[in-house]
């Protein structure tokens, strides 16, 4: 599936921003299931989370899209006492960090309730977490979380990378999912447009292939995934470089068998994730490899994230602080050509340069 930036629309298809497939999908929830409520900071703004809830409170009514107070523990309570009553909240948080206020509820309450009955009471709601970089968020907002919620048995875990992905997993999140789901929005997506199709093949709630390729395998989340893609696409051209792009998709709960025969097939491994490397998504895919065999890999993989450190507010240290273009495409070429490979690599620094610069909320 082709989940590049969207340059035209064919037949069959129409061009949707990642934001506006969040408004489609929060709106045909409000409008399919009675039991569907949205409460968050900012909701109802008139900017409506990026873009995302725009309206919604005006069509449905306040009693089903709200604003609350500054209440994150409170709040994530409330949508548990509805789910297990038989509502379906959707609760937003517009910083991934503030979600850390509510990290008792989702993780010691939302998460087990399935297990702790046996199976006799769920916790089904939609968590949206917004993450990542751009204008001088610094330390306190910048942090990319999804590890450590995949890190507890019980809640599942996404990063849709484009407008497909969240018309696909949405819907059957929020009409089947028996129990509570993250779902981590990158900041750097909402105001990018994306080709889309009603009909055809549809991005799994696992992990699939976003290109294909025989030479190296790039295991990527979230906006990582564009910055892969752009990167095979420049390594194929300069190099002749077939890169193998897989959006790992649920972190939680990701196809590692496709992961594992990519890797088995190529013998190289790039991981690109949004956060820290270390205790991470990138740990975790080495781990299900060797654990699988450790003969897949030819050489030591490539890891690509966060410094280790927390986020600088300024923008020339934060240019520095997130994996770059440049990096990304050295890092392909180094796992198929060696260090020294003498070719060429993209001028551009900042991964905020390659896409419209994220405007902010307020």
């Known amino acids: 599936m082709n989940v590049a930036l969207a340059q035209s629309a064919s037949q069959g298809t129409r061009v949707l921003s990642y934001a506006g497939a969040l408004l489609e999908t929060m709106d045909a929830a409000l409008a399919r299931h009675t039991n569907v409520f949205i409460m968050g900071q900012g909701v109802d703004d008139f900017k409506g989370i990026f873009g995302s809830t725009t309206g919604l409170a005006e069509k449905h009514g306040a009693k089903r899209v709200f604003d609350v107070p500054l209440m994150e523990e409170g709040m994530t309570g409330i949508a548990i006492g509805a789910a297990l009553a038989g509502d379906y909240p959707i609760t937003t948080h517009i910083r991934a960090d503030f979600s850390f206020l509510a990290m008792n509820q989702i993780l010691n309450l939302a998460a087990k309730y399935r297990y702790m009955f046996g199976g006799l009471m769920s916790c089904p709601m939609l968590i949206r977490i917004v993450v990542g970089r751009s204008w001088g968020q610094g330390a306190q907002h910048s942090q990319s979380p999804q590890a450590t919620f995949a890190h507890f ?27 509570p789901v993250i779902s981590i929005e990158h900041r750097l997506l909402y105001n990018l447009d994306f080709t889309v199709s009603d009909t055809g093949k549809h ?44 959006d790992l998709n649920s972190i939680s709960h990701p196809d590692w068998d496709l992961v594992a025969a990519s890797v088995r097939r190529t013998g190289r491994l ?3 994730d949004t956060s820290w490397l270390e205790y991470g998504v990138a740990a975790e895919v080495c781990r299900q490899l060797v654990v699988r065999d450790p003969r897949l890999l030819k050489q030591p993989p490539s890891l690509l994230g966060m410094a280790p450190a927390p986020c600088p507010t300024a923008k020339s240290l934060e240019d520095i602080y997130y994996p770059s273009q440049h990096e990304t495409v050295d890092a392909i070429l180094t796992q198929v050509t060696g260090a020294g490979h003498g070719i060429p690599l993209p001028v551009e620094r900042s991964m905020t340069e390659g896409y419209k610069r994220f405007r902010g909320p307020f």
């Open 153 to 179: 048995p019980g809640l599942t875990v996404v990063m849709p990378s484009s407008s497909q992905a969240i018309l696909d997993m949405y819907p059957a999140i929020i009409a089947r999912h028996p129990g």
């Open 270 to 272: 790039v991981v690109a």
């Open 203 to 246: 991005v799994p709630l696992g992990s699939y292939v976003a290109r294909e390729g025989t030479d190296v395998t790039v295991v990527a989340t979230s906006v990582m995934v564009l910055e892969a893609l752009r990167a095979a696409q420049y390594v194929h051209d300069k190099a002749g470089v077939s890169a193998e792009i897989i």
